[in-house]
């Protein structure tokens, strides 16, 4: 099994500050299998980010994401309210049941 | 736009089995994975298994030891998550989450159906 291990557990940030969010995989992870979430309280997760960098639809470009092998990171490059929420990275292996993992998740709150 | 639309909450006894639906619509039901994945209070996401768009299954084999069932009615866009021999470490919201085929992430979720299990 691929354990992702996400840093820090919470973050706490004020409006307009930068969010740098970390996922670490116990084995080397391909870039393209690796996608983050954004969960807020009493809704289904939604999904920010796939294959590491690549936004999804309507996602604002204050989100980044980068990293590589066992790696990766998520950046928020200027807190808005509406941003302030428990994230999650997810990868997929074919070669280490069970095919997809989350992370235990990152939560972002107000400082 | 796609909807995954999941059935409401349940509470059932231990050993008991429950069955949550997912209906789909806005794209073609079988162009796509359907996935579960579960959150129990206050913890992370947990993959539980795939309905393939051609209908096969596979889960978390060891995670679940053939307690979870899943199928499909193609007429109705409905692919059903049915869980047995229920423990009380079974609460948790279940979610049906959409994949494209080869996208290997989710795009579209249910709105979430929570399982309480309690004697």
């Known amino acids: 099994e691929v354990v992702l291990t996400q840093s820090p557990g919470t973050l706490s940030l004020s409006p307009g500050e930068r969010a740098t969010l970390s996922c670490r995989a116990s084995?080397?992870?391909?870039?393209?299998?690796l996608a983050w979430y954004q969960q807020k309280p009493g809704q289904a997760p939604r999904l920010l980010m796939y294959?590491?960098?690549n936004r999804a639809t309507g996602i604002p470009d204050r989100f980044s994401g980068s990293g590589s092998g066992t790696d990766f990171t998520l950046t928020i490059s200027s807190l808005e309210p509406e941003d302030f929420a428990v994230y999650y990275c997810?990868?997929?292996?074919?070669?280490?049941?069970?095919?997809?993992?989350f992370g235990p998740g990152t939560k972002v709150d107000l400082k | 736009q796609v909807q995954l639309v999941q059935s409401g909450a349940e509470v059932k006894k231990p050993g008991a089995s429950v069955k949550v639906s997912c209906k789909a619509s806005?794209?073609?039901?079988?162009?796509?994975?359907l996935h579960w994945v579960r959150q129990a209070p206050g913890h992370g996401l947990e993959w539980m298994g795939t309905?393939?768009?051609?209908?096969?299954?596979?889960s978390h084999g060891q995670k679940f030891q053939g307690r979870l069932t899943m199928t499909r009615d193609t007429s109705t866009s409905t692919v059903y998550m049915e869980l047995s021999s229920l423990r009380s470490e079974d609460t948790a919201v279940y979610y049906c989450?959409?994949?494209?085929?080869?996208?290997?992430?989710?795009?579209?979720w249910g709105q979430g159906t929570l399982v309480t299990v309690s004697s």
């Open positions: 989450a959409r994949e494209l085929p080869s996208a290997v992430y989710f795009d579209y």
């Open positions: 806005g794209d073609s039901f079988t162009t796509y994975h």
């Open positions: 309905m393939f768009s051609h209908g096969a299954t596979t």
């Open positions: 084995q080397g992870v391909s870039g393209r299998y």
């Open positions: 294959a590491t960098s």
């Open positions: 997810q990868q997929y292996t074919g070669s280490s049941p069970p095919p997809f993992t």
